[in-house]
């Protein structure tokens, strides 16, 4: 069964610290990772998308990897802000039309 | 601004009822998705369409109906046959299937009692 999963379920963390965010997959066959950012009551904003052939995505203060062969990836956040306080969700696609989630990690950063 | 738009934010029905959801996108994106999402547990693919007047179920259709009449529109319909349908419902979409990013609205609330 293909599945993802991530661990821990909450995170807490002093502001302006480093900090990775984990998501691991059962089937290394995967089309592409994407990992997703969504506040409270609210949809999810997409904040990196790594095809399958790529080994990590940067966009500003975050940085995505993906190791397929050990079926990880991290989102590697640096100098963390309050405002990133928000539930992170890694989703693959692992050859198919649809995107398998993970629960999310809950991240808060403390002032 | 290019994005997609749930309508409405929060919606209350009767045990019974149906009710429709609203998706609509302006991304000239040919897949659209319906997702629901429950407490502690990942989204769960409903519906998608890869094109206009096509559509697939998903892992949970059971009880739900969708529609592709125009490329920018996907409404869902949960029908009094879902057993439990009180949960918040994501539209997605993306240029196609399979290698591309997927975006997703705000979201609607459906509360069922």
């Known amino acids: 069964k293909q599945e993802v999963t991530q661990i821990p379920a909450a995170l807490s963390v002093p502001e302006g610290e480093n900090l990775v965010l984990n998501c691991s997959f059962t089937?290394?066959?995967?089309?592409?990772l994407q990992w997703f950012r969504q506040d409270p009551g609210k949809g999810l904003t997409s904040l990196l998308l790594?095809?399958?052939?790529?080994r990590e995505q940067t966009s500003g203060r975050l940085n995505a990897s993906l190791d397929k062969s050990s079926g990880r990836s991290t989102l590697y956040i640096a100098a963390s802000q309050p405002g990133d306080s928000a539930t992170y969700l890694c989703a693959v696609n692992f050859g198919n039309e649809k995107l398998t989630f993970g629960t999310g990690t809950r991240l808060t950063i403390i002032p | 601004d290019g994005g997609i738009t749930q309508s409405p934010k929060y919606l209350f029905r009767k045990e019974g009822q149906n009710v429709t959801l609203s998706c609509e996108q302006n991304?000239?994106?040919?897949?659209m998705y319906w997702y629901r999402q429950d407490p502690g547990q990942g989204l769960r693919l409903i519906y998608y369409s890869q094109i206009v007047n096509d559509f697939q179920k998903g892992d949970i259709a059971e009880g739900y109906s969708v529609s592709r009449e125009k490329k920018e529109s996907f409404p869902l319909t949960v029908t009094s046959a879902q057993k439990n349908p009180t949960a918040f419902y994501l539209c997605a979409s993306s240029m196609g299937i399979g290698f591309y990013e997927q975006y997703f609205g705000p979201g609607t609330r459906l509360t069922v009692t």
């Open positions: 790594i095809q399958s052939s790529q």
């Open positions: 991304l000239n994106h040919d897949a």
């Open positions: 089937d290394s066959a995967i089309y592409n």
